[in-house]
């Protein structure tokens, strides 16, 4: 689980400096063939938005 981890963690980096404050969005990747779906909650700042990235 290490590395799915790891991509996990980048994906969620990524989308912190990409998405920036949102309301309630669900996005679906897939880390090593497995899915997997953030639900993110609207924040006043995109650091906000890294720590209240959860799955949905």
């Known amino acids: ?3 799915v981890r790891t991509e996990v ?3 969620m980096s990524g989308f912190c400096v ?5 309301k309630w969005v669900c ?3 897939v880390v090593q063939g497995v899915e997997i779906v953030y639900n ?3 924040k006043q700042s ?3 938005v890294c720590t209240k990235l ?3």
């Open 46 to 48: 995109t650091k906000d």
């Open 54 to 56: 959860k799955l949905c």
């Open 18 to 22: 990409t998405l920036g404050p949102l």
């Open 27 to 29: 996005e679906k990747v």
């Open 9 to 11: 963690e980048k994906l």
């Open 40 to 42: 993110f909650i609207e």
């Open 1 to 3: 689980m290490g590395p």
